[in-house]
């Protein structure tokens, strides 16, 4: 792994990415408990947008937890002092397009910046500032959930409620992982369910 053999002071951006149920902050964490065993000084945000749990930690779906500050901007991280080695984000991806620049900045400085967050939405698509994220990191991982319908690796978080609105926090009840299969499946389904639905409203 890219930097976890990086032992000088050297900045760097890692982002950690998948569907949700995937690990990702999991392993955000583990990586942040490793720079923590080996003294480093670290910080860690979140937007605070996301505040299922608790307004003062990252808490990951198995309660392994490690205390991070909710900011409103990503620009808030560049405020870091100098004896800051480390920084990790979780929830990156409802961040502001600055989040890419604020990462930038703050590897520039020296900093080793590790960013834990959604790929892409419930639609598939790439999400918010994380493409652009991956795009400047040193070192990308995705990270895979277990298809609930065939137990094949997962990289789609399909929505099971009818909302459109793109944040709609929750868990198992609102959101299943899905591998490529079986999410083009579902949606399928519902386009179908959908123009059924119309045609009823025509009669
Ligand atoms: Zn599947």
Known sequence: MYAENNTKKRGCI????????????EE???????AQFANQVIAIFKPSVD???????????????????????????????????????DE??????NLAAVCQALANRGVRVIAAGLDTDY???????????????????KVHAICVKCGGLAN????????????VLGEKDIYEPLCRECYNAARAREEQEKHSLRLFDDQ
């Open 14 to 25: 890692e982002v950690v990415c998948g569907s949700m149920f995937s690990g990702k902050t």
């Open 51 to 89: 505040n299922r749990y608790s307004d003062v930690e990252v808490v990951s779906h198995d309660s392994h937890s490690i205390t991070s500050k909710p900011i409103k901007d990503a620009a808030e991280m560049l405020k870091v002092g100098p004896e800051v080695q480390v920084v990790g984000i």
């Open 156 to 167: 789609h978080s399909h929505r099971l409620s009818k909302s459109r609105k793109l944040v």
């Open 123 to 141: 639609l598939g698509k790439p999400f918010g500032p994380i493409p652009a994220l991956m795009a400047i990191a040193e070192d990308v991982q």
């Open 92 to 97: 990156a991806q409802f961040f502001g397009e």
């Open 28 to 34: 955000l964490i583990r990586r942040l408990r490793r």
